[in-house]
Each structure stands twice: as structure tokens, then as C-alpha cells.
């Protein structure tokens, strides 16, 4: 499952780019949203894999015998590393360019594609080498456009594993780093 949330520089979350769709009997944004986009990327069926139990729809999952389960954005097996990037890594670009904290989030067991869907492989870049060649292309064009501005970008790439968190920034450090709770 891949998740993006906003949050602007008081914490408060952003409009997401599901509650800004149009839809048919409005002709404007819908209401304002504070919750987090959630999307889930199905990889391919392997030939062990029952044909048929698991089916997508735009926003729902469904599994043959249960209900089905809801989500902001459902990817297939063919769905391509672009498409997600264009559905979830885009919009957050823009935000973090209009002040806005930016988090994406893969969830999921193990063999089920969150590496992939966030790293890629070869010359099919995921979400994460997308999203740093978009923002690195902003800042550049931003700064050329107007050279008395300066723009600066934080980041923070970390992996929980075992309720361990650790900095893949700084993969070297032995230091743990502690998993607080914001009330």
C-alpha cells in the first residue's frame, strides 16, 4: 500500500488532490479534506497466485467472497511506475513547493513490491528517483528565474523494521533513533 499526506508548516494537513477532483454534479473543488491519500499497487500474479480471487476497480480492491475495500487510487499489475508517480509523487511536488511538509509512505509485506514501487529497477525509475529529479528540476528553474532566491530542501529517508527506526541517509550510524508518539 503506498500513501502520501500533506501537512503544512503548522501541521495542519493540506487539501489532497482527491478532495480537489471534480465531481459530476459539482462543478468545483469538493470539500476541503484533511486525510491522507491512500492507494494500493497490486503486483502481477505470479503462476502460483489463484487466477480471478482479486479484482480492481478505480477505488476499490475487491477480494471474491468479501467486501471490497476502499482506497483514493487503486493500481493493477499493469500499472506503470509512471502512472503511480504522475497519481501520488506529482501532486507532492507541487505542494512542497507551495510550503507544504510532504510524506510518502510504503506499506506492505514482504515480496510485495514496495521496493519496487518506490525505487524501481534499471531504466524504469519509481517514486522516489522521480520525485528528486522533479524537485532538484523545480529548485533549478526556480532559482535561475529569480537569482535572489534560495531554496532549500530537507529530507529525511527512513526505514521502521522490527519497530526499529533507522536513517537510510545515514546508514552507517549505530546511533537508534526513538519512536515517539504525537498526542
Known amino acids: ?89 506529482g501532486p507532492l511536488v507541487d505542494k512542497a513547493f507551495e510550503g507544504w511538509n510532504s510524506t510518502v509512505l510504503a506499506y506492505g509485506q514482504t515480496g510485495s513490491g514496495k521496493s519496487h514501487s518506490m525505487l524501481g529497477s534499471g531504466g524504469d525509475p519509481g517514486v522516489i528517483p522521480r520525485l528528486v529529479a522533479a524537485i532538484f528540476a523545480r529548485k533549478a528553474s526556480l532559482e535561475a528565474s529569480a537569482p535572489e532566491l534560495k531554496v532549500t530542501i530537507r529530507v529525511a529517508f527512513l526505514e521502521i523494521h522490527n519497530e526499529v527506526l533507522s536513517d537510510l541517509l545515514d546508514p552507517t550510524s549505530a546511533a537508534r533513533l526513538d519512536v515517539k508518539e504525537d498526542p
Open 1 to 89: 500500500t503506498l500513501f502520501r499526506s500533506l501537512r503544512s508548516p503548522t501541521g495542519l494537513r493540506s487539501p489532497t488532490a482527491a478532495s480537489l477532483r471534480k465531481t459530476p454534479s459539482s462543478p468545483g473543488p469538493r470539500a476541503v479534506s484533511r486525510a491522507p491519500i491512500v492507494a494500493v499497487r497490486c503486483r502481477p500474479a505470479s503462476k502460483d497466485d489463484k487466477s480471478g480471487i482479486v479484482t480492481m476497480e478505480e477505488d476499490a480492491v475487491l477480494v471474491e467472497g468479501t467486501a471490497p475495500f476502499c482506497f483514493d487510487h487503486t493500481f493493477g499489475g499493469v500499472s506503470s511506475q509512471e502512472q503511480v508517480y504522475q497519481t501520488l509523487g
